[in-house]
């Protein structure tokens, strides 16, 4: 199993500011996801973070809103820039070993932009 | 996801009785049908997941059964205890997503005491 330290848990923002958000895995994985969750609603798969290279975006998020890093198996950072009310959300960090294996999830992130 | 189907929405039982919540997959290539439970504020966790080479999976209480044919898969929860309240995912990899997994919309599970 791994164990997926994310942060913030929380943070309220002011528009048109970015915050990064922190996703540190306990081992190393293969596989690392970052999900937007609204409240009551389901996961939504924004990008495949890829170590050592760019980020796969899924369609209608782009690199220049949600700018993801991987400097190693274990680390990720999701930026969230210029930010709007419309991203107040959940944001989740996901790890796996690899496709069809079980994903570990982060605590989440509640973003609340103001 | 929309290619991921789970119905019902929201389901209440009684305590003691058994709950079944159903999903819909679009890709007929899909070969795994993990099932997360997420309870209020907390993060989704794996409670039971089925490849696509056997039909049913037990663990305790819980049970995932699988249809290929029929590209459906369920989740069967007996003996409902007021701690199974959460909302409940299905997901499968779907080729369109680069076989990533699809979540479906999630179902809310009461369980009345």
């Known amino acids: 199993s791994a164990v997926i330290s994310q942060k913030p848990s929380r943070d309220i923002c002011q528009r048109g500011t970015s915050l990064t958000i922190q996703c540190q895995v306990d081992s190393q994985v293969t596989m690392m996801f970052w999900y937007r969750q609204q409240p009551g609603q389901s996961l939504t798969l924004i990008a495949t973070a890829n170590q050592g290279s760019e980020a796969t975006y899924e369609s209608g998020f782009v690199i220049d809103k949600f700018p993801i890093s991987r400097p190693n198996l274990t680390f990720s950072t999701l930026t969230v820039s210029n930010m709007s009310p419309e991203d107040s959300s959940i944001y989740l960090c996901s790890a796996a070993t690899g496709l069809n294996t079980e994903a570990f999830f982060g605590q989440g992130t509640r973003l609340t932009v103001v | 996801g929309e290619n991921v189907e789970q119905h019902p929405s929201t389901l209440s039982v009684q305590e003691g009785d058994s709950a079944v919540i159903k999903c819909t997959y679009s890709?007929?290539?899909?070969?795994?049908f993990p099932w997360y439970k997420q309870e209020l504020g907390k993060r989704p966790q794996l409670i039971i997941d089925i490849r696509s080479n056997v039909g049913e999976k037990k663990d305790q209480r819980i049970a995932v059964t699988l249809n290929k044919t029929a590209k459906h898969f369920s989740l069967h929860i007996t003996e409902t205890q007021p701690e199974d309240s959460a909302v409940y995912f299905c997901?499968?990899?779907?080729?369109?997503?680069?076989?990533?997994?699809?979540f479906g919309a999630g179902t809310i599970l009461r369980v009345k005491s």
């Open positions: 997901a499968a990899p779907l080729l369109e997503y680069g076989n990533k997994l699809v």
């Open positions: 890709d007929s290539a899909s070969n795994y």
